[in-house]
């Protein structure tokens, strides 16, 4: 066992992967034999191949990464891919089409940064800068766009895309780089160095008030309070931290109607089962009628006899519902496993990391990635408000893709480096 | 829709048997990567929180929570008795390969790639890297990294180096 290397490992394990996208699309295909067509089975191959190029990209650019987190993503994107295939093959093939896009990003980062990642650190405030930037577009006139009441997007000609996804990237180089500097200086605790603190505390505020939506300035301070907790080891900034955005919240739910609605929803969703939860009714319903087992994937029933769809965005924000009605208990139960093993692997990288900057980028980006993951599937189950944000490499969405190929490869970035041998 | 009835029961019984074959093989996967990384040997006992106090850990330079010491040559047929060795944050490899931080190419009882010294926050370990005649401290075979205390004397090859802080 030993003498497998690091990157044949991950070869053997893409195989596996591979193997369960087969065995997934083979399921749907048999199941809906009279809506899809036999080439369909070509995607799994084809997914299989563009995994292989970024395996072969990784073998070249970081050799002595971490083997497990391109196979965990790799499935990850695979069972999505499968889900959204089974729920309408014209989105799958616009979401194969952004895994390919995704990889070719996935490996000009690995290109451009294999030497040393950490040049970023010394462009920390030009990357904070970009991440306000990005986080601003949809809210100016012409290019912004609102879609079911949040103001997440921008539009420019025939594309569409939520530059949130990219911003939390930005946001996390950036605190990397500006917590690295200064936490000594905030460990200490002293108020007026609580400036900061007070300022990105506004900033996921102004972000909440602006997109209309809760879920993403949850994540952003959210990274924050991880980031600077990694940075500082003080407990009581994390709890002030919390309460301040509870603070922040409670008056956020005062004045905007739509959050209040969520929040209304969240704690007892059974009176507005016919309008305003009726989404989320309608997710609860389809979670339980999956039971232990599932309905098998292609089974499952999304749309009335007339066609209609039970469950608006199912394939974005509530694929987690789709995925655990068609997989069961015991299926959707492996999926959250992929989820906190790829959590796991990448905390591991913080630890293995041998300077503040790595060790905070990585924490960071694994952070968000399991902060999301678990705002999204806590929305939809009922455990907390629910808020629109994707589920990472599952959901449908050309943004959210892109954005988590980059956070891969970041983390891949600074296992390599902490695992390269240094004689 | 609807197919017809036998061939809708060779459909379902299908689907069952690629619904189990799919839940067996997406566990076993889980359970492998759960598995081999439970013998990740390399995993530092550490946390990856950066604590207060400890600035050079975070910073670039080399990190002052991580156990650093020296090495004193006191025989070998390659370097000369007396000579120390500073073990700072990076690991440091001895053996006969000029590749090694410390190469001792005239020692002939030595492996190309013979032990490697780890400074970490709990001390400074030492590991052979299977070498062919065996790394020891005070005269005890390696078998497994081992953590040294001041005063211990490491013989590789033909060469004793003792350990202090």
């Given at each position: 066992?030993?003498?497998?290397?690091?990157?044949?490992?991950?070869?053997?394990?893409?195989?596996?992967?591979?193997?369960?996208?087969?065995?997934?699309?083979?399921?749907?295909?048999?199941?809906?034999?009279?809506?899809?067509?036999?080439?369909?089975?070509?995607?799994?191959?084809?997914?299989?191949?563009?995994?292989?190029?970024?395996?072969?990209?990784?073998?070249?650019?970081?050799?002595?990464?971490?083997?497990?987190?391109?196979?965990?993503?790799?499935?990850?994107?695979?069972?999505?891919?499968?889900?959204?295939?089974?729920?309408?093959?014209?989105?799958?093939?616009?979401?194969?089409?952004?895994?390919?896009?995704?990889?070719?990003?996935?490996?000009?980062?690995?290109?451009?940064?294999?030497?040393?990642?950490?040049?970023?650190?010394?462009?920390?405030?030009?990357?904070?800068?970009?991440?306000?930037?990005?986080?601003?577009?949809?809210?100016?006139?012409?290019?912004?766009?609102?879609?079911?009441?949040?103001?997440?997007?921008?539009?420019?000609?025939?594309?569409?895309?939520?530059?949130?996804?990219?911003?939390?990237?930005?946001?996390?180089?950036?605190?990397?780089?500006?917590?690295?500097?200064?936490?000594?200086?905030?460990?200490?605790?002293?108020?007026?160095?609580?400036?900061?603190?007070?300022?990105?505390?506004?900033?996921a505020m102004a972000v909440l008030v602006q997109t209309n939506d809760l879920g993403s300035g949850l994540l952003y301070f959210g990274i924050f309070l991880g980031m600077l907790y990694v940075a500082t080891a003080r407990l009581v900034f994390v709890m002030g931290g919390m309460a301040l955005f509870l603070a922040g919240s409670a008056f956020v739910y005062r004045i905007i109607p739509r959050v209040e609605?969520?929040?209304?929803?969240?704690?007892?969703?059974?009176?507005?089962?016919?309008?305003?939860?009726?989404?989320?009714?309608?997710?609860?319903?389809?979670?339980?009628?999956?039971?232990?087992?599932?309905?098998?994937?292609?089974?499952?029933?999304?749309?009335?006899?007339?066609?209609?769809?039970?469950?608006?965005?199912?394939?974005?924000?509530?694929?987690?519902?789709?995925?655990?009605?068609?997989?069961?208990?015991?299926?959707?139960?492996?999926?959250?496993?992929?989820?906190?093993?790829?959590?796991?692997?990448?905390?591991?990288?913080?630890?293995?990391?041998?300077?503040?900057?790595?060790?905070?980028?990585?924490?960071?980006?694994?952070?968000?990635?399991?902060?999301?993951?678990?705002?999204?599937?806590?929305?939809?189950?009922?455990?907390?408000?629910?808020?629109?944000?994707?589920?990472?490499?599952?959901?449908?969405?050309?943004?959210?893709?892109?954005?988590?190929?980059?956070?891969?490869?970041?983390?891949?970035?600074?296992?390599?480096?902490?695992?390269?041998?240094?004689? | 829709?609807?197919?017809?009835?036998?061939?809708?029961?060779?459909?379902?019984?299908?689907?069952?048997?690629?619904?189990?074959?799919?839940?067996?093989?997406?566990?076993?996967?889980?359970?492998?990567?759960?598995?081999?990384?439970?013998?990740?040997?390399?995993?530092?006992?550490?946390?990856?929180?950066?604590?207060?106090?400890?600035?050079?850990?975070?910073?670039?330079?080399?990190?002052?929570?991580?156990?650093?010491?020296?090495?004193?040559?006191?025989?070998?047929?390659?370097?000369?008795?007396?000579?120390?060795?500073?073990?700072?944050?990076?690991?440091?490899?001895?053996?006969?390969?000029?590749?090694?931080?410390?190469?001792?190419?005239?020692?002939?009882?030595?492996?190309?790639?013979?032990?490697?010294?780890?400074?970490?926050?709990?001390?400074?370990?030492?590991?052979?890297?299977?070498?062919?005649?065996?790394?020891?401290?005070?005269?005890?075979?390696?078998?497994?990294?081992?953590?040294?205390?001041?005063?211990?004397?490491?013989?590789?090859?033909?060469?004793?180096?003792?350990?202090?802080?």
């Amino acid at each position: 066992m030993r003498a497998l290397s690091a990157r044949n490992r991950e070869l053997l394990n893409l195989l596996v992967v591979g193997m369960l996208t087969g065995l997934g699309f083979a399921s749907v295909y048999i199941a809906r034999s009279e809506i899809v067509s036999p080439e369909s089975l070509t995607y799994a191959a084809f997914f299989l191949l563009v995994y292989l190029v970024a395996h072969v990209v990784a073998r070249l650019t970081v050799p002595y990464a971490d083997p497990y987190l391109l196979p965990l993503a790799g499935f990850l994107t695979a069972i999505g891919l499968t889900e959204i295939y089974r729920l309408n093959p014209d989105d799958a093939f616009r979401q194969g089409l952004w895994v390919v896009l995704g990889v070719a990003l996935f490996s000009a980062a690995l290109v451009a940064l294999r030497s040393d990642y950490r040049r970023l650190e010394s462009y920390k405030y030009v990357i904070g800068f970009g991440a306000l930037v990005l986080l601003a577009l949809p809210a100016f006139p012409v290019i912004g766009r609102e879609i079911r009441g949040a103001q997440l997007w921008v539009e420019i000609g025939p594309l569409q895309f939520q530059p949130g996804e990219f911003a939390k990237i930005l946001l996390i180089v950036f605190l990397a780089g500006y917590l690295r500097e200064k936490r000594e200086v905030l460990a200490q605790g002293r108020l007026k160095d609580f400036g900061p603190l007070l300022l990105i505390w506004g900033g996921a505020m102004a972000v909440l008030v602006q997109t209309n939506d809760l879920g993403s300035g949850l994540l952003y301070f959210g990274i924050f309070l991880g980031m600077l907790y990694v940075a500082t080891a003080r407990l009581v900034f994390v709890m002030g931290g919390m309460a301040l955005f509870l603070a922040g919240s409670a008056f956020v739910y005062r004045i905007i109607p739509r959050v209040e609605d969520r929040v209304t929803i969240w704690l007892d969703p059974w009176p507005h089962a016919q309008d305003e939860g009726y989404q989320l009714v309608q997710s609860l319903f389809a979670i339980a009628f999956g039971g232990f087992g599932g309905t098998g994937l292609g089974k499952g029933t999304f749309t009335t006899s007339d066609g209609t769809n039970l469950i608006p965005d199912l394939n974005t924000d509530f694929i987690y519902a789709a995925l655990a009605h068609e997989l069961g208990l015991v299926g959707i139960a492996a999926v959250l496993l992929v989820y906190m093993l790829f959590a796991m692997r990448g905390f591991r990288v913080a630890m293995l990391a041998q300077d503040g900057f790595s060790k905070l980028l990585a924490a960071g980006l694994t952070f968000g990635f399991a902060l999301q993951t678990f705002i999204i599937v806590g929305g939809v189950v009922r455990l907390i408000p629910l808020t629109g944000i994707t589920l990472p490499f599952v959901s449908y969405g050309g943004s959210s893709l892109l954005a988590n190929f980059v956070l891969l490869a970041g983390l891949l970035l600074v296992s390599n480096r902490a695992l390269a041998p240094r004689d | 829709m609807t197919p017809p009835l036998g061939e809708s029961i060779a459909v379902d019984e299908a689907l069952v048997i690629l619904k189990v074959l799919f839940l067996v093989l997406l566990y076993l996967f889980i359970w492998r990567i759960v598995r081999t990384a439970s013998k990740d040997v390399r995993l530092p006992q550490e946390s990856f929180i950066l604590r207060p106090g400890e600035a050079e850990a975070a910073g670039l330079s080399q990190p002052s929570a991580i156990q650093t010491g020296k090495l004193t040559v006191l025989k070998s047929p390659a370097l000369e008795p007396g000579t120390t060795y500073e073990l700072d944050s990076t690991p440091l490899t001895i053996g006969r390969g000029g590749q090694n931080d410390v190469p001792i190419e005239q020692d002939e009882f030595a492996s190309a790639r013979h032990a490697r010294f780890e400074p970490r926050r709990d001390g400074v370990w030492v590991q052979d890297r299977g070498s062919t005649n065996g790394t020891f401290v005070n005269g005890a075979q390696l078998e497994r990294p081992r953590r040294l205390a001041p005063g211990d004397v490491v013989r590789v090859g033909e060469t004793d180096l003792r350990y202090d802080r």
